[in-house]
């Protein structure tokens, strides 16, 4: 801001006014993320339960929540669901826009279709899903009452199942996401790429495996970043479709810290699992950050 | 042997008619240039003959082939972009074998033709480097080297120049006028620029609005533009238009000219095309290098000199006749200052008569 060379006339408020802008963002920022970031690590080392208390416990807290089956079985899920949602979101994405890339007609009817269950909160997915799913009331239902009464779907109250239906309803709500990104990257590659390739010979997979795709390698990243972020974070869409069960067959860490932090009076134990979230989203987005800041200098 | 022809080619887009009617011959190892403002359809034309588009009507043959359902791999062509359309994550070497590798060439082969065109185009120190790490002269440069690799019988050149620097440009039009004597493959080359037109073509297809305005060699292009509009869009400056009427003294079909109060009837050249039409409107077409500046009276007109422009080896200067503004290509020796008379006597051997209502040209 203040380099030597400023001229001399831009006074004292031209100097401090970004500053005094950008204070109040500045201090909240501190306080409520950095600072709580902190407090919550300080938490995890203490014993609290009902209410936060200051008894340093060491690593009491972490050594019971890596004893514990539940917080096991939520890891195992955050791992079903984020492989299958992350692979699954960016497969139906990325084909849909390749699908929508080929000047069909009504394109901008079926994009729109495509992208508005984006504007759809994870708690409207996860209840009307809850209510497609659920067998006496929606798909099941509606199959026995076509005749098939044969059929049943009862992904959602089977324990071994039901985090798949999250998985379902979560790529049902980003697909679309993931598409129209990778459709305005399509746009953006010139044309005459293509038409050079196709008097080169390749056919359209190889065009877009050989060609097309490798050159979409940065928004394949940042969709790969927005998705785990989602992944790791989803709380909202468990708690509306599954809350959890049947049982915690289908908690992820974030439901299981909700409900050791604030229901089930395990202050300390919470703390410590979300630590351990925060640790795990630390460690991908600070190589990615680092890799991005360090082109952006190149550049 | 006839190399390309374009036999009645129309091109609609739905209810818009892009092209309408397009016939061009060439023999094997000519220069053909596709010349026209933007948007007049060579793009469109030269996607046709590449097969990345269908003709709605007509008929494109390749070589000896009719070539409307031959897929564009296997019409034996090559195709350089204006904006070059190499493909970004590949290196140099990799964007030229693409193409190879796609037909199945051997790996040795690959490798020997890659030396060769580097050579060629003096690259090797590239071959190693991806598009984003090249000049744009760089690029332009692969991008032809990806099209030699191929050995085709017909090169596509779709503006390739236009994307450069003016003096880049200039460098890079002879080296593909070299390039185009050595291997003496039949070139087709879309341009805006006339100057390009003209200094690479052995035929040139000037097009406006999907419509051939004139085939014909550069030369008949320039001396004998068909319509007014091929008179001024080749040649720069363009040439001078001068409305008059046709009029007949001592038994000889000329035109009046007038300046500072002046005027002087001039005989026309191929008077014959011309019977019967005196009284008739029409515009005279001169190029400014068809003045010269004389001191006698006979056959000149006084002309008050407006504005100089010198470009080194000549001046133009800038007067009027006929109430019209028109600009003469003289020698620096004979440019009078602004303000100043001088005598201009136009070379009336060359003149072109366009009609000014058809703007057709009459003689
Ligand atoms: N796919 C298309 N659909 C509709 N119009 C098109 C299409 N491609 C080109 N055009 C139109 O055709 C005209 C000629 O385009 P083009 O051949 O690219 O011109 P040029 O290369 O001479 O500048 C332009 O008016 C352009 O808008
Ligand atoms: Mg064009």
Redesign the interface.
């Known amino acids: 801001m203040s380099s030597p060379t400023q001229p001399a006339q831009y006074g004292f408020a031209e100097r401090w006014l970004p500053r005094l802008v950008l204070a109040p963002s500045f201090l909240l920022t501190l306080i409520f993320i950095y600072g709580f970031i902190t407090w919550n690590g300080y938490l995890s080392f203490t014993s609290s339960r009902l209410l936060p208390s200051f008894n340093w416990a060491g690593l009491t807290q972490y050594h019971a929540l890596f004893a514990l089956e539940r917080w096991w079985v939520a890891v195992k899920n955050l791992f079903i669901f984020g492989g299958l949602f992350i692979g699954g979101a960016m497969a139906i994405g990325i084909a849909l826009a390749i699908l929508l890339d080929q000047k069909i007609r009504a394109e901008g009817a079926l994009r729109t279709i495509y992208l508005y269950p984006m504007a759809l909160s994870f708690i409207v997915t996860g209840t009307a899903w809850k209510w497609m799913l659920n067998p006496g009331l929606g798909l099941e239902k509606l199959m026995h009452d076509w005749g098939f009464t044969n059929f049943t779907f009862d992904w959602l109250v089977n324990s071994d199942m039901s985090i798949y239906t999250v998985v379902i309803a979560g790529l049902w709500q980003s697909s679309g996401f993931v598409m129209a990104l990778f459709l305005a990257g399509l746009r953006g590659i010139d044309d005459s790429i293509i038409k050079a390739a196709q008097i080169d010979g390749a056919s359209l997979p190889r065009i877009y495996w050989k060609i097309i795709l490798p050159a979409l390698r940065p928004v394949f990243f940042s969709t790969l970043m927005i998705l785990s972020h989602i992944a790791i974070k989803s709380f909202d869409l468990v708690v509306a479709l599954t809350g959890g069960g049947p049982g915690f067959a289908s908690d992820v860490p974030a439901t299981f810290m909700y409900a050791m932090a604030f229901t089930r009076g395990q202050m300390g134990l919470g703390a410590a699992s979300a630590t351990m979230m925060l640790m795990t989203v630390a460690a991908m987005v600070v190589p990615y950050l680092y890799s991005e800041l360090r082109r952006s200098r190149n550049a | 042997m006839g190399a390309l022809a374009i036999k009645n080619v129309t091109k609609s887009f739905g209810d818009t008619h892009i092209l309408k009617g397009i016939d061009i011959e060439i023999d094997s190892g000519q220069f053909l240039i596709l010349v026209g403002p933007s948007g007049c359809g060579k793009s469109t034309l030269m996607?046709i003959i590449?097969g990345?588009e269908a003709p709605t009507t007509g008929e494109v043959h390749i070589g000896d082939r009719m070539v409307n359902n031959i897929a564009?791999?296997?019409r034996d062509?090559?195709?350089v972009?204006?904006?070059y359309?190499?493909?970004?994550?590949?290196n140099v070497r990799q964007n030229i074998a693409?193409?190879m590798e796609?037909?199945g060439v051997p790996k040795k082969e690959q490798e020997e033709i890659i030396a060769r065109v580097a050579k060629m185009l003096q690259m090797d120190h590239l071959l190693d480097r991806k598009p984003s790490q090249l000049s744009g002269g760089q690029r332009q440069r692969v991008a032809m080297g990806?099209a030699l690799a191929r050995d085709p019988i017909l090169f596509l050149f779709d503006e390739p120049l236009s994307n450069l620097d003016a003096k880049l440009r200039v460098e890079m039009r002879t080296e593909i006028k070299q390039l185009h004597h050595r291997l003496k493959t039949t070139i087709v080359y879309v341009t805006h620029d006339q100057i390009e037109a003209m200094t690479l073509g052995d035929k040139i297809a000037v097009m406006k609005d999907g419509v051939i305005q004139q085939f014909g060699s550069p030369q008949e292009i320039y001396e004998q533009p068909a319509n007014l509009f091929v008179a001024s869009f080749i040649g720069s400056p363009s040439m001078n238009f001068i409305p008059c009427h046709l009029a007949e003294q001592a038994g000889q079909i000329g035109v009046s000219l007038q300046s500072e109060g002046e005027a002087r009837f001039v005989p026309l050249p191929n008077a014959a095309k011309l019977a019967g039409q005196v009284g008739k409107k029409v515009i005279l077409g001169l190029r400014p290098e068809q003045f010269d500046a004389v001191e006698n009276s006979e056959n000149s007109l006084a002309c008050k000199v407006h504005l100089t422009e010198p470009t080194g080896p000549d001046t133009m200067v800038l007067t009027q006749l006929n109430g019209i503004e028109i600009c003469a290509r003289l020698h620096p020796r004979d440019a009078k200052g602004p303000g100043e008379t001088v005598r201009l006597k136009p070379d009336m051997t060359k003149a072109v008569v366009f009609d000014a209502e058809t703007e057709t040209r009459l003689a």
Request: hydrophobic share 45%; proline share 9%.
């Open positions: 996607n590449a990345l564009p791999k296997d062509i090559a195709m972009f204006q904006s359309a190499l493909y970004p994550t590949m693409f193409g796609t037909r990806r």
